[in-house]
């Protein structure tokens, strides 16, 4: 049961564009796929959703080829749009029954969706005093709200398999609760989900395992959770009323930035840490704060990025 | 749907249809077209003068002066039943004499018969003249039929309209009457000689050539019809090809069909609106034929047939399966037409880029109708032969060929099947270009770049492990 990439490999020409891609999810849950600008990640997302040929690998859904016979997916691309001179209800009705969605039920769901995602009045003609108002077209939405309407579109099918290639972008701080709640929604029913962001907050806030692609290549992969907790709590932000930059080099701990007297410092371990905390306590120094932490997913991105980078 | 990669077909071809019928433009558009079919007839009826016959007549007497020079037989319109009962008095008053006679009379008409020379019969007979030839055409007559009435009287237009073909027919029967001629020898004498070259093997075989005239028009109108037709659904194509690309509604559609399904349902809608278009057409000048025959005959139509299409169509090999196969090589030359759009249009992303793409496209249609038009004029078995096979000028040569006697039944046969194959391969090759290109932004690739681009990919899905195909198709 399950999902799996393997060895998924794409070029052009001579360019590698993903370089034998590998990950799998057992159980239901959030995987993410993160990387640069180019890394990998659209790419690997078409040749999954077989719109783009591979040049080699398998992509298998409960043991089997993924196709859109063998599974339901529903998929919001990065690059969104809509029919402009289309009223949004056709292009709804039109997509549920692309996927095989019966007509009564179409409506039932894009009812239910409609609301849930407060785009109602985008869908149902009004009355305005004596006129009956038409139902809007794409083109007369903002973005965020033509955004509602491609989310409709790829959950109107009840997918089992959920795509998202950056679900947040472009949303005012209202609608990304909103589309959050949806997906923690879609999680709690037990469906798959692969997501794709820049955003590493909002990866963090979902995702379980992931990997990170960078010019193609896998440089890290693995469960969020473990992934941090081998990292140790390494990070170390300190905030005093003065000036302890000598103090803490003296303790032989990196600066990494500071603003103020606010420091965000890099530590060996723990050990060192107690070390400079005694130190900064003997000295009779106020401290406003003191935190060890494990390095955020944005922090192991840039690492993990910037190391590729050095390399080569 | 077995094959999975049509699955969905029926579903974007009705939405494709919904969508484009919901476009007031395009109603307009239709209604537009519909009722200049509608009116055509009947606005070229109205334009030649022409009035609907009486069926009882008002007139009661009609005061004839007679110039021509010839006897003229009252007998030959009282044989026409409507004016059976009608007074014919012959009389040599001037025109202000029959003038106060339609006035006065309530239910009189006045009729002039007069002649005169016909100057292109002068001009003929000066040309045969200067080519010293044997026999000279001679000057013709023009004879000329005026009739009057009173704006004030019971006599209709209509009505002395129709008094005037009958003194027309009358005047004919006269006139052969005066040089004792009977109809048999003026039938005789006026049937149109057919000119025929043949060899000694289609002598043998009974093959029938039609003379050069019948076969260039036959050509020009059936390459020009084809011409408009194709035309018509470039446009429409493009547009519909680059539709997703340009809404950037691609990816989203691709995971509930197949690239394939989404084209071939799109060219479907396309087909179906220009086949309505055309029907909408026919319908039209079926009505506005009906609405013609209703207010005045079809007696205008005859001259203008023979002047813009010198037919014969007896020198054709024309029956009822004719217009079967016609049909099909109208169908299978929409086919390679929509093919080429569809190649063309997949390869547009932008709406500027639109025109060039359409240069396929055009090099066809431009190459086949130029063929179609010059190639009759070679007069060469050969060249008709190469233009009814070869791929360009087969959908419009092997037709107009076959029905002029160009062309055998195995030739047209051979050309029908290299325009079903040509057909085919182009559509098969719209719709792996759609699917490449679907995810393609840039400028308009050549068409070497787009083979090449065929070719890479399809040595990536083989080199492809596992081998499993996009939408369930193993």
């Not at chain 1, 034998?20 to 849950?29: A, C, I, K, V, Y």
């Not at chain 2, 049509?6 to 249809?17: A, D, E, K, P």
């Not at chain 2, 007069?379 to 160009?406: H, I, M, Q, R």
């Not at chain 2, 030739?411 to 098969?428: D, E, G, M, S, Y």
């Amino acid at each position: 049961m399950g999902f799996s990439v393997t060895e998924l490999y794409k070029k052009y020409g001579d360019k590698v564009v993903v370089d034998h891609l590998s990950f799998r999810m057992d159980e239901p849950g959030v995987y993410a796929l993160l990387g640069t600008n180019g890394a990998g990640k659209t790419t690997s997302i078409r040749m999954i959703l077989n719109m783009l040929a591979k040049d080699g690998g398998t992509v298998e859904w409960n043991g089997g080829p993924l196709t859109l016979r063998t599974c339901n997916v529903g998929y919001l691309a990065e690059e969104r749009g809509l029919y402009p001179k289309n009223t949004l209800m056709d292009q709804l009705m039109y997509f549920a029954a692309l996927r095989g969605v019966s007509k009564d039920e179409a409506k039932k769901r894009i009812a239910y969706w409609a609301k849930r995602l407060e785009a109602e009045e985008y869908l149902y003609p009004k009355q305005e005093g004596r006129k009956p108002v038409k139902p809007k077209k794409a083109d007369q939405l903002s973005k965020g709200n033509q955004q509602k309407i491609q989310l409709m579109m790829a959950l109107l099918s009840d997918p089992e398999l959920l795509i998202l290639d950056e679900p947040l972008s472009g949303l005012d701080p209202v609608n990304t609760d909103l589309f959050k709640s949806i997906i923690h929604e879609e999680i709690d029913k037990g469906k798959y989900l692969i997501m794709s962001s820049h955003q590493m907050a909002t990866i963090e806030e979902f995702c379980t395992d992931l990997t990170i692609l960078n010019r193609s290549k896998t440089v890290l992969q693995g469960n969020l959770a473990e992934i941090k907790k081998s990292y140790g709590r390494i990070n170390l932000f300190v905030k005093a009323e003065q000036d302890l930059k000598a103090l803490i080099e003296a303790a032989g701990v990196t600066i990494l930035t500071s603003v103020g007297f606010s420091y965000q410092c890099r530590v060996t371990g723990e050990a060192q840490a107690n070390e400079l905390l005694k130190t900064l306590v003997a000295q009779g120094i106020t401290l406003i704060a003191f935190e060890l932490r494990e390095p955020s997913l944005h922090e192991i991105f840039v690492e993990k990025v910037g190391e590729v980078h050095e390399e080569s | 749907m077995k094959n999975p990669e049509l699955r969905g077909i029926g579903t974007v071809f009705r939405y494709t249809v919904q969508q484009h019928y919901k476009t007031r433009s395009v109603i307009i558009f239709l209604v537009i077209l519909f009722l200049l079919a509608v009116a055509s007839m009947p606005v070229m009826l109205l334009l030649s003068g022409r009035q609907k016959e009486v069926t009882e007549t008002q007139i009661a007497s009609v005061y004839l002066r007679n110039e021509t020079g010839y006897a003229f037989n009252p007998d030959a319109v009282h044989a026409d039943a409507r004016y059976a009962g009608v007074t014919i008095i012959e009389t040599a008053e001037d025109d202000e004499a029959l003038t106060q006679r339609v006035m006065n009379e309530e239910t009189a008409a006045a009729a002039v018969l007069s002649t005169g020379t016909d100057k292109a019969s002068v001009f003929r007979s000066a040309a045969a003249a200067n080519k010293n030839t044997a026999a000279s055409v001679g000057e013709q007559k023009q004879f000329t039929i005026r009739t009057y009435y009173g704006e004030d009287g019971s006599v209709t237009g209509a009505d002395a309209e129709t008094l005037n073909r009958v003194l027309e027919e009358a005047l004919h029967q006269s006139l052969l009457e005066s040089l004792d001629i009977t109809e048999e020898q003026e039938i005789t004498v006026n049937s149109a000689a057919v000119a025929q070259v043949a060899k000694v093997s289609e002598y043998q075989s009974g093959t029938e050539e039609s003379n050069l005239d019948t076969h260039a028009a036959v050509n020009m109108a059936y390459s020009y019809l084809l011409l408009i037709l194709c035309a018509m659904s470039i446009g429409y194509v493009t547009q519909s090809c680059m539709e997703e690309k340009v809404s950037k509604l691609v990816e989203s559609l691709m995971v509930s069909v197949s690239p394939v399904a989404l084209l071939a349902g799109k060219l479907l809608a396309v087909a179906m609106f220009i086949f309505l278009g055309f029907g909408l057409v026919g319908a039209g000048l079926c009505i506005s034929y009906q609405i013609a025959g209703h207010l005045g005959g079809f007696s205008f139509l005859k001259p203008l047939l023979e002047e813009i299409m010198p037919f014969r169509l007896t020198a054709l090999h024309f029956s009822g399966s004719t217009v079967v196969l016609l049909v099909i090589c109208m169908l299978l030359a929409f086919a390679i037409s929509m093919g080429l759009s569809g190649i063309s249009g997949s390869c547009v992303s932008k709406t500027e880029d639109m025109q060039s793409a359409s240069f396929l496209n055009m090099f066809f249609l431009m190459g086949g109708y130029l063929g179609g038009v010059f190639a009759p004029l070679a007069e060469s078995d050969a060249v008709n032969l190469f233009c009814s096979l070869f791929p360009v000028t087969s959908p419009f040569c092997a037709f107009p060929n076959y029905t002029c006697g160009k062309i055998g039944l195995p030739v047209f046969l051979l050309a029908l099947v290299i325009q079903a194959a040509t057909a085919v391969l182009l559509v098969r090759m719209a719709g792996r270009v759609y699917k490449m290109m679907l995810l393609y932004r840039g400028s308009v690739p050549k068409p070497a770049q787009i083979l090449r681009m065929l070719k890479e990919e399809r040595a990536a899905a083989k080199a492809a492990a596992g081998k499993e195909a996009p939408y369930g198709k193993q």
